[in-house]
């Protein structure tokens, strides 16, 4: 087998989540989150990631009606793309996804600031809105009406867990001489494997 940092991409993963982290890099947890459509319409954005599960799934939030969500619900396979150019670290994330239970949601949704819960509440993500105005409105009127209580999770807004199958890390080397490592699971276990640059 071709000699590689780490056994698990997990661990892999960590270490360079770890560096980048420790780097004090601006969103060094933000990652591109690509979704299609059932008849493979590509489409990107960024995310925020909120949570690793050793072995098991990449954790991120957002509203199950938006655009990502509603492609993700009928064609329920992503990729997760993370780049820190300080580091010349590239991953790429791929697998099916999951909605998160309401426990799980709740339990973020419970750690969020009012602010970003009032902002949840009040947005119809990805749907048109008439003007900017109109959305400062209807944040005031919420912030008034939830004022003194605490604000319940909308259905409308939870987490996603992309459970991983594939994971490839890319190394930025002299030349363009980059080294890429694979790895994939199979029967339970992660084959490990190296690309061409
Ligand atoms: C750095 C960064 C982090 C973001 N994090 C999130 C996030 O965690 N959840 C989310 O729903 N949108 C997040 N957004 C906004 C999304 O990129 C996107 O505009 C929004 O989710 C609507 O996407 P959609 O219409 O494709 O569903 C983030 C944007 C940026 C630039």
């Known amino acids: 087998m071709t000699s590689v940092p780490f056994q698990n991409p997990y661990d892999f993963f960590s270490s360079c989540f770890d560096q980048a982290k420790a780097a004090g890099l601006p969103q060094h ?23 690793v599960v050793f072995n098991q799934d990449f954790r991120f ?70 003007s900017y105005e109109a959305m400062e409105t209807r944040v005031a009127e919420l912030t008034r009406s939830f004022e003194g209580q605490p604000i319940p999770r909308p259905e409308r807004w939870g987490g996603f867990a992309l459970k991983a199958e594939y994971f490839e890390f890319w190394e930025d080397r002299v030349n363009r001489l980059h080294e890429r490592f694979t790895y994939q699971r199979e029967a339970g276990k992660w084959k490990i494997g190296r690309l061409w640059p």
């Open 29 to 51: 947890d933000s990652m591109v989150l690509i979704t299609a459509t059932k008849d493979a319409r590509p489409s990107g954005r960024m995310v925020l990631l909120k949570g």
């Open 61 to 130: 939030f957002t509203n199950y009606e938006s655009r990502k969500a509603g492609e993700l619900i009928e064609n329920p396979r992503a990729q997760l793309l993370f780049y820190w150019p300080h580091l010349g670290r590239q991953i790429r994330v791929e697998g099916a996804i999951e909605k998160l239970s309401a426990e799980d949601s709740g339990a973020y949704w419970n750690s969020r600031g009012r602010g970003s819960q009032i902002g949840a509440v009040a947005s119809e993500q990805s749907h048109p809105l008439d």
